[in-house]
């Protein structure tokens, strides 16, 4: 079974710039997430999608930030403008459905290292 | 508030020996699962162990064995007899009932020297 896959693996650039990421899931995985993790801290949860709807985005600065998930599978999360502190790896995990991950956790792509410098 | 703390920033042993990472939880909820991960250099997170809250036995897979004690709300993780491969960042990390949330510790970077 393939993982997630996720694009691109590193990326700089400059504050206040734009940037993109994208998490293709497993196939079949209704539930899909997005995580930031910041150097020497634990993945903190940004947004939650079931299928193509939002659960969970308390913790997305919505000003700058945003996700999509278009059709329930990819997603995209955008970042304009970024800021210094958005520097981290982002990371993009699926799970079957709502409750799967607590059984067998979730799966993690590689994520995507974000540089702003 | 829910709260995993993992003391150990890092642990540095040498082949062969055995090692154990702690992890101590806050949660006022009764229901609430517990989890172990590994991150590898490569860095995607590599799921190990799940627990619930109603589940105390102790559990062993191969060199891993994991010690739940709710009296003390730690889910303490031990490599038995460790290798240079077992050299990964370690998260321990919760989640409640009723969200798909997980809250992770900081980690707890493990070296095994040869």
């Known amino acids: 079974e393939a993982g997630v896959a996720q694009s691109p693996r590193y990326k700089i650039i400059e504050k206040r710039q734009s940037v993109a990421f994208w998490c293709n899931p497993i196939?079949?995985?209704?539930?899909l997430y997005w995580y930031q993790q910041i150097l020497g801290q634990g993945p903190k949860l940004l947004i939650q999608?079931?299928?193509?709807?939002?659960?969970?985005d308390s913790q997305l600065p919505k000003d700058r930030f945003s996700a999509e998930r278009l059709k329930g599978v990819d997603s995209t999360l955008k970042i304009q403008p970024a800021k210094l502190e958005d520097s981290a790896v982002y990371l993009c995990?699926?799970?079957?459905?709502?409750?799967?991950?607590?059984?067998?956790?979730?799966?993690f792509g590689s994520g995507t290292r974000l540089t702003v410098v | 508030a829910q709260k995993v703390t993992q003391a150990q920033t890092e642990i540095s042993v040498v082949e062969k020996e055995d090692v154990t990472l702690d992890c101590v939880y806050e949660?006022?909820?009764?229901?609430?699962?517990l989890f172990w991960y590994k991150q590898p250099p490569s860095g995607e997170l590599v799921f190990l162990i799940r627990?619930?809250?109603?589940?105390?036995q102790n559990e062993i897979s191969g060199r891993y064995s994991w010690n739940f004690q709710k009296s003390t709300s730690s889910f303490n993780f031990t490599i038995t007899a460790s290798q240079v491969v077992d050299s990964a960042v370690y998260f321990c990390?919760?989640?409640?009932?009723?969200?798909?949330?997980?809250?992770f510790g900081t980690g707890t970077r493990l070296q095994v020297f040869p």
């Open positions: 995990a699926s799970s079957l459905a709502p409750g799967q991950e607590r059984k067998y956790g979730y799966t």
């Open positions: 196939s079949g995985h209704a539930t």
């Open positions: 999608f079931q299928n193509n709807g939002v659960v969970d």
């Open positions: 949660t006022r909820d009764t229901t609430y699962y």
């Open positions: 627990r619930n809250s109603f589940d105390e």
């Open positions: 990390a919760l989640s409640l009932y009723n969200t798909d949330k997980l809250i």
